[in-house]
């Protein structure tokens, strides 16, 4: 939970899945005004719990009373009473600073000693759902979002966002809290969102979570792994999703696309932290389990679901897993699906991918026709990876001198660090290459005959 | 990234008063920034007169006293935010207080270390 306390990892699981647990309790019984103040109560007990639960497991005592340490026969009422008691006491002193007694007394909690056996009763699933849509809640930007889900959905305290997005604490503190103030301001309510909102409500909560998602996969490794747990986190999250919606075909999609995706990460970079493309990846490093669970649950989505852009990105990630050689990759099928996914959800990255599938179906040239369509398109007029797309398709075409400029522009427009380092690298390749060599890409006597 | 360039010495020719409103003005700046969770640091730097600059002599790495180039604007400082937009930043830029005594900004992208593999 903390930098400061060393956590055994099955303590962390448990803390992690009981907080939005607790806190859909407290909030269902204190009310949606008080989501702030809640929020805030479970942090601490979470702290708490971290440091109390701990202290036993490291002296292995055992006989310490339940308030003293070792994990708590019941965790999640340990919890719910040390959060009311937070509150309670932050309430109290709030009351006596401001000594606004009648305005507190409005909100304070009916029952605020330990939790009764009711307290406990189950529900907590669908409080998970209702708290991922009231962090997702349209009235927040993204990286609002994105900060309040992790830490009232995911359990992740401050301090850990705030590394994990390479800003200083402070400055994310103030995120979750203005974040907090938004949606009481927007008078959001603690609930299931109304029907007709809900397919809406949904791809945002499932946007968040591959935000949350990436944000962990393009960081490297080394110095940066902080951030890597974040792909971690957003699996557990969308795992959790998929567990109370099994019946959504996108959500299925997106925890498909992120096992599949996340499979790759072995191999994605070099011990030197260069990005390696997927046509050079050791696809022996690639991660077996987590491709068959990806396969698997894309395969059977789309036996049921109408393909949504998730599932259909998933379904492309299996057909490159199951290649055991990129040559044996199946174009035709990758162009295909990128074909759906264009009509699903026309998109400029997306015409980018299917010009690279077209290029291995069809020929480079086919690609680059395909690419041209994009140059007027304010999006990715610009864009670095529109360059790199192209000086790959130019160097399949043999076309080395232009090739070796167009590497060159990508390298200058990309603001990531491992991306300019690939792209300068492909371009110093090309200083060494005959022009008609079409540089070392794999696949390329297969696309050029 | 937001790079502040002004003439050295330029806030010693201002007025009491048009210096506290300048700092004043700067101050209003970084509350906001900091209440909007955008800000993610920034360093003001002291006078030019204090610069070493090293430059290869000869093989061997020298150090002279003072700026290399007797610039008409220096760099005087940089703040770093985290915004939705490039558009953001320029705004912000647009309102820092230099600009407006003969000072220019710059808005400056950050390299990061993530990356997608091509």
Redesign the interface.
């Known amino acids: 939970m903390t930098a400061a306390v060393p956590v055994p990892p099955e303590i962390e699981d448990l803390l992690r899945t009981l907080a939005p647990q607790v806190l859909g309790t407290l909030v269902r019984r204190h009310g949606h005004g008080a989501f702030d103040a809640c929020e805030d109560a479970v942090q601490e007990a979470l702290l708490a719990a971290a440091v109390q639960w701990t202290e036993t497991e490291r002296t292995e005592a055992g006989q310490d009373d339940a308030a003293g340490g070792g994990v708590p026969e019941n965790p999640r009422g340990w919890l719910l009473t040390v959060a009311t008691r937070r509150l309670t006491d932050q309430w109290r002193s709030e009351r006596a600073r401001r000594d606004r007694e009648a305005a507190v007394f409005a909100r304070e909690p009916s029952g605020r000693e330990a939790p009764g056996p009711a307290d406990d009763r189950p529900g907590d699933h669908d409080d998970t759902l209702t708290l991922l849509f009231l962090c997702c809640h349209p009235a927040l930007?993204a990286?609002s979002q994105v900060a309040l889900t992790l830490r009232a959905v995911g359990g992740l305290t401050t301090a850990q966002i705030a590394r994990a997005f390479?800003?200083?604490e402070?400055?994310?503190a103030?995120?979750v809290s203005?974040a907090k103030q938004r949606i009481k301001a927007a008078g959001a309510r603690f609930g299931m969102p109304p029907p007709d909102e809900r397919e809406e409500r949904l791809r945002a909560v499932l946007h968040v979570l591959y935000l949350i998602f990436n944000?962990g996969y393009?960081?490297?490794s080394g110095?940066?792994l902080q951030?890597a747990d974040l792909t971690a986190e957003a699996i557990r999250l969308t795992r959790a999703l998929h567990r109370l919606l099994p019946d959504d075909g996108e959500v299925t999609g997106l925890l498909a696309l992120m096992l599949l995706t996340d499979a790759r990460r072995p191999a994605?970079?070099g011990p030197d932290g260069l990005?390696?493309?997927?046509t050079e990846?050791d696809r022996a490093l690639w991660n077996r389990d987590a491709i068959r669970e990806g396969t698997g649950l894309v395969t059977e989505a789309l036996t049921w679901s109408p393909p949504g852009p998730y599932q259909l990105q998933a379904a492309i990630a299996a057909v490159h897993a199951e290649a055991p050689r990129p040559e044996d990759t199946d174009w035709p099928q990758v162009l295909a699906l990128y074909r759906l996914l264009a009509h699903v959800s026309p998109n400029p990255m997306v015409t980018l991918n299917e010009a690279v599938a077209l290029a291995m179906v069809d020929g480079p040239s086919a690609g680059l026709d395909l690419l041209r369509s994009l140059d007027g398109d304010d999006r990715m007029s610009g864009h670095h990876?529109l360059a790199?797309?192209r000086a790959?398709l130019l160097e399949m075409a043999g076309e080395a001198g232009a090739a070796r400029e167009m590497y060159r522009q990508a390298a200058r427009s990309?603001?990531?660090?491992?991306?300019?380092r690939?792209?300068e690298s492909r371009a110093a390749r090309l200083n060494d290459t005959r022009p008609d060599d079409g540089g070392s890409h794999d696949g390329n006597d297969r696309a050029n005959t | 990234m937001l790079l502040i360039y002004n003439r050295p010495g330029f806030v010693e020719e201002l007025t009491e008063q048009e210096r506290d409103e300048l700092f004043g003005e700067v101050g209003a700046i970084m509350k906001e920034l900091t209440e909007s969770g955008e800000l993610v640091g920034g360093d003001a730097l002291a006078d030019p007169s204090k610069t070493k600059t090293v430059r290869r002599k000869d093989g061997q790495p020298a150090v002279t006293d003072g700026p290399f180039l007797e610039a008409k604007e220096h760099f005087a400082g940089h703040i770093t935010v985290d915004c939705e937009s490039v558009e953001r930043a320029v705004e912000i830029a647009a309102r820092w207080p230099d600009v407006r005594f003969g000072g220019y900004m710059e808005v400056r992208a950050i390299m990061n270390e993530s990356g997608t593999e091509m």
């Open positions: 930007s990286p390479l800003v200083p402070a400055t994310m103030q995120r203005r944000e393009t960081a490297s110095p940066d951030r994605r970079s990005l390696i493309p997927l990846q990876r790199a797309v790959h990309t603001t990531s660090i491992p991306e300019r690939y792209l």
